[in-house]
Each structure stands twice: as C-alpha cells, then as structure tokens.
C-alpha cells in the first residue's frame, strides 16, 4: 500500500504540474517542484533533530518505568479490554501500558512526550510480529487510533486565537470534542470491520461507556469555565501531568532501587537508535507530499469540490476552510499556515475562521504519523492502516463542519 501510495503522490503530481505548463503556460511550477523535493528534505532533517532529543529523553524515563514495573501494572489492569481489541498481544504484554501512556499524552495534547511513547510502544507490538516488514492488526489498530487525532485539550488552538484577537478563545473546545470524538470512533469501527473485532462484548461496552462518562464529566465541568479559566486550567493540567509523571516514574524507580540513571542512559541509547534509523522513511514520504502541493494537485481538487457544491445549490462557506483539511493529512505546518490565512482573511470568529480550526484540532497528519511509526520498525506494508486512517480524517473533517453548523450556522 505505501508503494503504491508513494507512487501515485509523483504520478499525480506530475499529471498537475503537466496541465498547468500546458494548459495555463506556467513553466515555473517545474521549478517549484524541484525545489520543493530539497525544501523537504531539509525539512526531514529539522524534524529529525527535535525527534532525536525528545526521543532520547522519554526514552531514558521510559526504561525507568519499565524496570520499576509501572508499566507492566498498568498493562495487567487494562489487559481485559486489549485482550479483545488486540486478542494477538499477550495479557500484560509492556506494549499495553505503552499505548495506554501514548493516548494519555495525545489526549491531554502533550505531543512532545506522546511520540516517543508511541513509537516505544509500535516497537513492543514488533517483538510480537512474525513478519517484520508486514504490520500486524495490533499495530494498525494502535496507528489508526493515533490517526484519529483524539484531543481533550487543544491548548494549541485556543493560543492562535487568542493571538488573532478572539474575545473567547475556548469557543471551539466543545466542537473539536465532538469531532475528535468522531474521527477516533470512526478510525476504531473501520479497524474493527476489517479485523472482525467483537466491540459488543461486554467487557468493550463497559470500558466505552466508563470513558464516554469521563469524557462527558470533562465536557459538562469545561462548560461551566470563562475562557481564561479554561485555558490556564488547560495549561496546567498538560504541563503538571507531564512533570507528574516523570518524577513518578524516578520516585517509583529509586524506591525500588532501580539504579535510576544507569537505567535512564540505557534506555536514552535506545531512543538515540530509533531516531536515526526513521530519516530515509520521513525524506521518502515528506518529499512525494512536498511534490504533490508544489504541483497544484489539491488546488484542482479544491476547485472542483467548490463548483460541485455550488451546483447543487448548497452553502459553500465551509469549502473556505476546505485548505486546512486538505493539508492536514500532509503537513501540520501547512495546515495552521492555512488555518491562520483563514482567520485572518474572513476573521477569527467567522463561520470559516472557526470551521478551520475545528478541522485542525479534530484531524491528524497521517502520512507523517504512518512514515514515522513504521518507519521506526521498518514495516513496508501497511495493509489497511492507511485507509482506516483516512476514514478517521474524513470522519473528523465531515463532523467538524456538521458540528460547525450546528454551533456556529
């Protein structure tokens, strides 16, 4: 599937850049999309900076929880529910304390410690493969998940607004929830479909609706908060979770002497490993998505989308936010570039301003998300990861404007 993904960015964005040479005369887009390959490949290499310390580091804590047990707790209390979604990964297996620690963090929006505990817990689920370069239905249903892009806490978004000059920066919070929400529901079905998952069981059902009331509780307790409390209520519970857990994890390790820095150095070494092996997957796909937007194929693919609906007679005010969805799957940068042009141009609380950032907070970069998390293993061949994962973004996208709508219409 990667191959032929691979392939058909070049294709595409070679058929693009053909009609606008010689249908419109423009030869420059030639150069842009030679430019864009280099631009890209310096880009990986930035990226591979920051991962190369942020993994070190959540690598070096990590090897701290795992030799002092946390982690192998934390995956026998949870082992009844991954025995049905993961029936492949065994009862207490250290992957299950992984991936539970990776959607903490994604939730809480800590980006910067949910990657490297993700890409610990992908290597885990690989000790359990039995073809190293096939991924297996526990590590599509643990990246689709991830795909899904499931934020409790947008802190992010509520900062750009605020610095737009929105009088209430926290009014998306609700309708990123919803559509969040959606996206993650929608990427756990399609994986559940095509692996034949029984989420009826249950065992499924009761831990849904355990967190179904948690989230509810968090949903009622925000509404009743100004915009600022919400927002430093935000920051701080991101920010003292993260430390919380780090002196957790030396704490716990020292009073059951572990030898907390030898164990933290061993596992920084690890992480350091990981890192350089991840830069041929981020320069392969970075550089095929650089080609694609330098090539004006999503531009057409807006265009048309735009005169479809006008066609038919429909409101089209939420094709304006369309960039920000279109990008995203490719770039985050891109995308908030797109998200922030957007408000400037129609305002920050209009329709489309907030429709945009909706979509930013409820949709994930998913070929940087698969280049990453399997190429940290070497998986070549995804399987259906990639269009379970693209299901969660459309279903983010199709909820985040129906929820605009409703809210905000």
């Not at 320069?283 to 006008?310: E, F, N």
């Not at 908030?336 to 489309?352: C, P, Y």
Request: hydrophobic share 55%; glycine share 8%.
């Amino acid at each position: 599937m990667l191959n032929t993904l691979w392939l058909a960015f070049f294709l595409i964005a070679a058929l693009a850049a053909g009609i606008r040479w010689l249908a419109y005369g423009d030869a420059e887009v030639f150069s842009a999309l030679v430019k864009s390959l280099f631009s890209m490949a310096e880009t990986s290499v930035s990226i591979m900076i920051v991962l190369f310390g942020t993994l070190t580091l959540w690598m070096g804590f990590l090897r701290i929880a795992e030799r002092a047990g946390l982690i192998e707790k934390l995956a026998v209390l949870l082992g009844p529910l991954f025995a049905r979604l993961m029936p492949d990964v065994p009862r207490g297996h250290p992957a299950i304390g992984l991936i539970t620690m990776n959607f903490a963090a994604n939730g809480l929006g800590l980006d910067n410690a949910a990657t490297p505990i993700g890409l610990k817990a992908m290597r885990e689920l690989q000790t359990l493969n039995p073809r190293p370069d096939t991924a297996t239905n526990a590590q599509i249903l643990f990246l689709a998940l991830n795909a899904s892009s499931l934020t409790l806490l947008p802190v992010t978004l509520f900062m750009f607004r605020a610095q737009q000059g929105a009088p209430d920066p926290t009014l998306i919070f609700l309708p990123i929830l919803l559509a969040t929400s959606a996206s993650t529901l929608a990427a756990l079905l399609s994986v559940a479909w095509m692996q034949r998952l029984r989420l009826h069981d249950p065992v499924v059902l009761l831990w849904f609706a355990v967190i179904g009331l948690i989230l509810g509780g968090i949903m009622a307790f925000s509404l009743t908060l100004s915009a600022t409390a919400l927002s430093a209520m935000s920051s701080l519970a991101g920010n003292l979770t993260l430390f919380g857990v780090i002196v957790a994890f030396v704490a716990v390790g020292a009073w059951r002497k572990v030898p907390v820095y030898d164990a933290f150095v061993e596992g920084a070494k690890e992480g350091f490993e990981v890192a350089k092996n991840l830069l041929p997957y981020l320069v392969a796909m970075l550089c095929a998505i650089g080609v694609l937007r330098a090539s004006g194929a999503l531009d057409y693919l807006l265009d048309g989308i735009r005169y479809l609906v006008a066609s038919t007679g429909l409101d089209t005010r939420f094709v304006d936010a369309l960039p920000t969805a279109l990008t995203k799957p490719f770039s985050g940068s891109a995308a908030r570039a797109m998200m922030l042009e957007t408000m400037q141009h129609f305002g920050v609380d209009s329709f489309q301003g907030l429709l945009a950032a909706t979509v930013q907070g409820s949709t994930e970069t998913t070929f940087y998300v698969l280049a990453v998390y399997f190429g940290s293993v070497g998986i070549q061949r995804a399987r259906h990861a990639v269009g379970c994962a693209l299901i969660a973004d459309l279903a983010g996208v199709i909820a985040a404007i129906a929820v605009c709508y409703w809210f905000f219409g």
